[in-house]
């Protein structure tokens, strides 16, 4: 695998180039699995070892996003532990990140009841500790997000059912 270190706007991110398959790449950005399209293919002569390796696990697509990404696509789901509710995990309206930062805590759990304005998680962002509030009242079904995480803007953080 090839490995590549990014910085977009003062965030740091490691990118591993899995397996290339004519325009369709399969890469790990901060270790997350993402399948990309690329815009132009990868020549496999000239890159041997990139067609060679194949990768564990699907991911989601990422429609055309460059050979080497320069930015980190939006992170896919992670498998959340079921709500112990009715609703479906994963069901429900996402809350997405407002602006790109790392994840310093999360404060509910997955089938927790929140209300519009509960503090869901802190996300921190040049240097200041940002409360990320609920949107929407409802029960927690998804967490996508860990403390540590990097996200970006627009990234679903977790979603409300």
Not at 69 to 80: D, E, F, L, S
């Given at each position: 695998?090839?490995?590549?270190?990014?910085?977009v706007?003062?965030?740091?991110?490691?990118?591993?180039?899995?397996?290339?398959?004519?325009?369709?790449?399969k890469?790990?950005?901060?270790?997350?699995?993402?399948?990309?399209?690329m815009?132009?293919?990868?020549?496999?002569a000239?890159h041997?070892?990139l067609?060679?390796?194949?990768?564990q696990?699907?991911?989601?697509?990422?429609?055309?996003?460059?050979?080497a990404?320069?930015?980190?696509?939006?992170?896919?789901?992670?498998?959340?532990a079921?709500?112990?509710?009715?609703?479906?995990?994963?069901?429900?309206?996402?809350?997405?990140?407002?602006?790109?930062?790392?994840?310093?805590?999360?404060?509910v759990?997955v089938?927790?009841?929140?209300n519009?304005?509960?503090?869901?998680?802190?996300?921190?962002?040049?240097?200041?500790?940002?409360?990320?509030?609920?949107?929407?009242?409802?029960?927690?079904?998804?967490?996508?997000?860990?403390?540590?995480?990097t996200?970006m803007?627009?990234a679903?953080?977790l979603?409300?059912?």
């Open positions: 695998m090839k490995k590549y270190q990014y910085k706007k003062g965030v740091d991110y490691e990118v591993e180039i899995a397996h290339v398959e004519g325009k369709i790449a890469v790990n950005v901060n270790g997350i699995p993402f399948e990309i399209e815009q132009k293919p990868i020549n496999a000239k041997p070892a067609a060679a390796t194949k990768v696990s699907p991911a989601a697509a990422a429609p055309n996003a460059p050979q990404p320069a930015a980190a696509p939006k992170p896919a789901p992670a498998a959340a079921p709500a112990p509710a009715a609703v479906p995990a994963g069901a429900g309206a996402p809350l997405k990140a407002p602006l790109p930062g790392t994840i310093t805590e999360v404060k759990q089938g927790q009841q929140v519009v304005g509960d503090t869901l998680l802190v996300l921190e962002a040049m240097k200041m500790q940002n409360n990320i509030e609920s949107e929407y009242a409802g029960q927690v079904t998804s967490i996508i997000v860990k403390p540590g995480d996200v803007e627009g679903v953080l979603t409300i059912g």
